[in-house]
């Protein structure tokens, strides 16, 4: 399965939201008390979110006016942007369009947002379209590995999927801060990708899909619960973020890596993990897990920016360096958590730096509710050129800015 193109959304100047913005919006709100002010204040000034992130027009408004039809609104500007500049970049026919896959976690309405995408470019009678929802950040290498195995079945086919998460229906009220946590970290973004299982399409693709690797904790209680929409004592409804959410999410990731590491790893890597884990597990020795160097396996790290502390937490574990990490982090500072579609923010910001040379391989890393964690292995076929990505890579016009200095604690101005 070959990836032709890719584009990340990037919203016009009037949905930016500094951390100022985001207090004096929080507060004119009126649902908040003054210490989950104060919590919400300290939270995003310990994010690593910047002054560029974006909200919907809705929750920008004063007052707010959050209803299904701005959230339809923030949806088809989500969606057909990031379509229309990559149907305008590979020039692929709308009609020529065999599946389509769209994930978008906490909003489905009807008819689904895969039907919108089927309405608005006026798709084929026969296209094969679906829509997943509820499945969290991990979401989008679920739409990768689902649309991968439709192309094995469809033959000669192109792929649409698009990946994206609605803030308009989902901003929390109320003042549960396992709830609150979810306002101060996620904004608006989406991603359109396009994939083919046409051999001709090999010489013009930027990718070749090697690897998909699904891990699903949901069997344990822990896990399972460890992201959860639910009501409050008030009966508002919000997003809570259980305190076990690291420790799940390292656990999840322990499980992903010892399937994948076979698969990509070289044989000096795979023996001494091998030994480390014949060691503890049969014969009980207390000794430190070794933990492979996926340096060794890839150039390129996509780890899902859901928060500072998932990106400090997967560093450390895999001891990658401040370079591997940059996309990642830089993504959280431009971007914010934008859910599922953040993999494709961070595959662009190396792109966009001229980093991506033929044979590369890049590992996205993903997380999300149930609990999962997703991985995606691919192989450059040929070299990336920042000069030819204006149009569908959103970082081009202001990539000369970055790496920027991220500081522990971004102080919020307050208003005179």
Known sequence: VYLLDFA????????????ETFMRQSSKAGAFTDDNLAFQRKILERSGLGQGTY?????????????MAEARREAEAVMFGAIDSLLAKTGVRA????????????????P???????????????????????MGCSAGLISIDLAKQLLQVHRNSYALVVSMENITLNWYWGNDRSMLMSNCLFRMGGAAILLSNRAADKRRSKYQLMHTVRTHHGADDRAYRCVFQEEDKAGRVGVALSKDLMAVAGEALKTNITTLGPLVLPMSEQILFLTSLIGKKIFGLKMKPYIPDFKMAFEHF?????????????????????WHMEPSRMTLNRW??????????????????GRVRRGHRAWQIAFGSGFKCNSAVWRALKDIHPSKEAGSNPWIEEIHRFPVEVPKVESVVSSP
Do not use: Q
Request: aromatic share 8%; with cysteine.
């Open 8 to 19: 990340c959304y990037k919203p016009g100047p009037d949905h930016v939201v500094t951390r």
């Open 55 to 67: 909200f919907p027009a809705a929750v920008l408004n004063s007052p707010p006016n959050p209803c």
């Open 95 to 110: 009609r020529d369009i065999g599946v389509v896959v769209v994930n978008c976690s906490l909003f489905n309405p009807t």
């Open 112 to 134: 689904s947002l895969s039907a919108m995408v089927v309405n608005h470019y006026k798709l084929r009678r026969n296209v094969a379209s679906y829509n997943l929802g509820g």
């Open 302 to 322: 996509c780890i899902h920016a859901g928060g500072r502390a998932v990106l400090d937490t997967i560093e450390k574990n895999l001891e990658l360096s401040d």
């Open 336 to 353: 914010g958590n934008t859910s599922s579609s953040s993999l494709w923010y961070e595959l662009a910001y190396t792109e966009a730096k």
